[in-house]
T-cell receptor, first 116, second 114 residues
Framework: GNSVTQMEGPVTLSEEAFLTINCTYT??????LFWYVQYPGEGLQLLLK?????DKGSNKGFEATYRKETTSFHLEKGSVQVSDSAVYFC???????????????FGQGTILTVHP | NAGVTQTPKFRVLKTGQSMTLLCAQD?????MYWYRQDPGMGLRLIHY???????AKGEVPDGYNVSRLKKQNFLLGLESAAPSQTSVYFC?????????????FGEGSRLTVL
């Protein structure tokens, strides 16, 4: 079956530090990959996505590149801010002949705390 | 625009009690989902629906039932609550067709079963 594995958290950084959150996946076929973010007290929201190998998704200074050879989709940001403190989820959608019906498989989530 | 609204936001139940969580979306989305979020386990899909009158099982459906009588509403029921169902429940929706990957989530419903 499909699965997503994220690096263990929590991650604690100082403001302006570099961020990497590792994500690897197992899936048949050619999945689409996503990063979702959950701010305190809120639901998840899409941060960025990539739908095919070598695509780079980017948003709000965050980036992630779809690496099929290493089955990875690591999230990076060059300079984090206090407002980036949240839980980050890596996820995949299996593109199995159009029958995935939008179902996502999520990783376990990584808690990020950024201190001033 | 309200988006996805879940009620109630908090509930405490005793073992064996029943309850229903309501999810309402005002975006005319075809697909709707119920997930549960547990520490260290991410989100797991309970049930989903691809249109009015349809439902299907997800990854962890046991102990839950759902109904989609109206396109905008997706109800999650617990007939006999168990402590293992203590969790945060999220409803989500998306437009059908070519799936863009963007699910729209509600703010969550925290359920505690004693």
């Amino acid at each position: 079956g499909n699965s997503v594995t994220q690096m263990e958290g929590p991650v604690t950084l100082s403001e302006e530090a570099f961020l990497t959150i590792n994500c690897t996946y197992t899936a048949t076929g050619y999945p689409s990959l996503f990063w979702y973010v959950q701010y305190p007290g809120e639901g998840l929201q899409l941060l960025l996505k990539a739908t095919k190998a070598d695509d780079k998704g980017s948003n709000k200074g965050f980036e992630a590149t779809y690496r099929k050879e290493t089955t990875s989709f690591h999230l990076e940001k060059g300079s984090v801010q206090v407002s980036d403190s949240a839980v980050y989820f890596c996820a995949l959608s299996a593109n199995a002949g159009g029958t995935s019906y939008g179902k996502l498989t999520f990783g376990q989530g990584t808690i990020l705390t950024v201190h001033p | 625009n309200a988006g996805v609204t879940q009620t109630p936001k908090f509930r405490v139940l005793k073992t064996g009690q029943s309850m229903t969580l309501l999810c309402a979306q005002d975006m005319n989305h075809e697909y709707m989902y119920w997930y549960r979020q547990d520490p260290g386990m991410g989100l797991r899909l309970i049930h989903y629906s691809v249109g009015e009158g349809t439902t299907a099982k997800g990854e962890v459906p046991d102990g839950y039932n759902v109904s989609r009588l109206k396109k905008q509403n997706f109800l999650l029921g617990l007939e006999s609550a168990a402590p293992s169902q203590t969790s945060v429940y999220f409803c989500a929706s998306t437009l059908s067709g070519l799936f863009s990957g963007e699910l729209f989530f509600g703010e969550g419903s925290r359920l505690t079963v004693l």
